[in-house]
């Protein structure tokens, strides 16, 4: 994958540059922001802000992140010949009321997902927020995670952890790694669902959490291999450490089924089973 990534990732990020083709409202009730590439010319820029819908009057807030800022959260994962010298990568975040969840849509991204984005950005403690990711031609998008992170700091005034932050950056790059052996939709659901039952049963001993991975692929009909076990194993590790929203991760998992036409999965077999308990008790008395 680090060498897929290499193909498209020009640096990506959500980094802004001060511009003034868009205006800052300081009385704005909403909270929006806006983080563009720093590395971006004056036509990337304007393609970006395009796809991103939108134009001179808008209002949101602008901030900087550099290249800097990618290499320093991703480092650890990518070699800095992926990672690149030039952040181009661009998104939008707005505050959303309570129940909003968390929603993404991409533009001229080619290898992260939205249902990737969504996973990290949650793991993260982002919530209640629509994301908007756009590059000025077809990247990665890896690397926009970061714009992200540093834009929801911006309007929330909170400051995420930065074990959080390094779980959601180890989260996307597991999960495009593992997506390419089982596919995208597989690897969304099957990450979304380990990590519901991470959080929900406070998981935290190695045997624990290899147990969930099993169950949770047989559930979903996943084959993994050993590799990818490991890296989801690692991944989980990490992520019992983090203080996360039992009830976001339900929300989430089961929208990755409905969405994903995974819906025979977990839930389906729930009511399946109770289904046949019924069925049987009906039998039974008649």
């Known amino acids: 994958m680090r060498k897929f990534i290499g193909k498209f990732l020009a640096a990506g990020l959500c980094v802004a540059m001060a511009l003034s083709s868009v205006t800052v409202k300081a009385d704005s009730v909403d909270q929006k922001y806006l983080a563009l590439g720093a590395d971006l010319t004056a036509s990337q820029k304007k393609k970006v802000l395009e796809l991103l819908d939108l134009d001179d009057n808008s209002d949101y807030k602008v901030i900087t992140v550099t290249n800097k800022d990618e290499h320093e959260y991703l480092d650890s994962y990518l070699s800095s010949r992926v990672i690149g010298t030039r952040a181009l990568s661009s998104v939008t975040v707005e505050q959303k009321d309570d129940g909003n969840g968390v929603n993404v849509t991409t533009q001229n991204i080619s290898y992260c997902t939205s249902g990737m984005y969504r996973n990290a950005l949650i793991t993260a403690g982002i919530k209640n ?24 700091e911006e309007m929330t005034g909170k400051k995420i952890p930065e074990k959080s932050k390094d ?21 969304e659901k099957l990450i979304a669902d380990v990590k519901q039952k991470v959080a929900k049963d406070n998981l935290s001993s190695p045997s624990e959490i290899k147990q969930a991975i099993e169950e949770s692929a047989k559930d979903l009909n996943i084959n993994l291999s050993d590799a990818d076990r490991a890296k989801i194993q690692s991944l989980m590790d990490k992520i019992s450490g983090l203080d996360l929203n039992v009830s976001q991760l339900k929300s989430q998992a089961k929208d990755l089924y409905d969405k994903l036409g995974g819906s025979q999965g977990i839930f389906d077999k729930i009511a399946a089973f109770f289904q046949s308990i019924f069925s049987w008790l009906s039998n039974l008395f008649s």
């Open 167 to 187: 779980a959601a950056t180890d989260e996307l790059i597991t999960t495009g790694e593992v997506a390419e052996n089982i596919g995208s939709d597989d690897a």
């Open 129 to 152: 927020a629509d994301v908007k990711v756009a590059g000025p031609f077809k990247i990665s998008g890896t690397a926009a995670l970061v714009g992200v992170m540093k834009a929801y």
